[in-house]
């Protein structure tokens, strides 16, 4: 159904985007796992950010890191005031890991908005399968139009999250940021390798030898400290691959004019696969 095919996209998403260095792996830990609860239960509601900050034991951890008092606004924007007022103290001391929470929510919240756009698009792509039955059709458009709308009122807490640590913390996003211009090299590089490599231009030696040095760099660049340059809040419907802050770096981005081999790194290269795999272990 709509639904299930709405969460399922966004799992895909979320194991992309972690593929591609764009979130932390605690981040989509988080992210799949909300996933896996929505199908588990079936939830009405195309909503999967209570469930994120509702986690028991990892989920209060999370919130207890952003106890200091000056994480204590991001705390409200990931919880909820609402909430917030209900639910008592946590013990749990920060233990110096504040600034980590911090970016892990921040991640969070970018796969949350990325995930949930791409599955809002999808949902056009499913209707392909009534065409032939014009209620059918009517049905899945009327359901579909539900979803976004859902999809769209819970997209503004992941926002608000983003825009509140740009206030607070902005040097967790400009970091951030830099992560994802380093990936953005790293690929770029790794796929200009890749296709040398594919037309017998260069031996399996120097082709490892060329991707190491494209990680290399690519470290160069993480290690910058890119200022934001993006006034404005951000909403609900970002479209973050076109963000100046958030990542127009990815490959998914049209100004990048991608050729067939940055777009099966993957598939095409079991050495890059695997080199990514390392990267988390």
Not at 86 to 96: D, I, P, R, T
Request: hydrophobic share 40%.
């Amino acid at each position: 159904d709509k639904r299930r095919h709405f969460l399922l996209t966004q799992k895909v998403t979320y194991s992309r985007l972690l593929d591609e260095g764009l979130i932390s792996p605690t981040a989509w830990f988080f992210l799949t796992k909300s996933v896996d609860v929505a199908l588990d239960t079936y939830h009405e509601v195309a909503d999967q950010w209570n469930v994120i900050v509702g986690y028991r034991f990892y989920g209060y951890i999370l919130k207890s890191l952003l106890q200091e008092e000056n994480h204590r606004g991001i705390r409200h924007a990931f919880v909820g005031l609402d909430k917030e007022t209900k639910q008592k103290e946590w013990s749990f001391s920060a233990c110096g890991l504040s600034t980590w929470a911090v970016a892990t929510v921040a991640y969070i919240s970018y796969g949350y908005l990325a995930a949930h756009r791409e599955a809002r698009m999808a949902l056009g792509h499913f209707s392909h399968d009534f065409r032939d039955s014009s209620r059918h059709n009517s049905i899945f458009s009327n359901e579909a139009n539900i979803i976004r709308r859902e999809s769209l009122e819970s997209c503004g807490r992941p926002a608000h999250v983003l825009n509140t640590i740009r206030t607070v913390t902005p040097n967790v996003l400009s970091e951030m940021k830099a992560r994802h211009l380093s990936q953005m090299v790293k690929w770029k590089l790794s796929a200009r390798v890749l296709n040398i490599f594919e037309i017998g231009l260069m031996e399996e030696s120097e082709f490892q030898w060329l991707l190491r040095k494209a990680d290399h760099i690519g470290d160069i660049v993480k290690s910058m400290k890119p200022d934001l340059v993006q006034s404005s809040d951000i909403q609900a419907n970002v479209n973050l691959a076109a963000h100046p802050d958030m990542a127009p770096f990815t490959r998914q981005s049209n100004e990048l004019n991608l050729t067939s081999s940055d777009n099966n790194l993957h598939f095409k290269c079991e050495h890059l696969k695997i080199r990514n795999e390392n990267k988390y272990l």
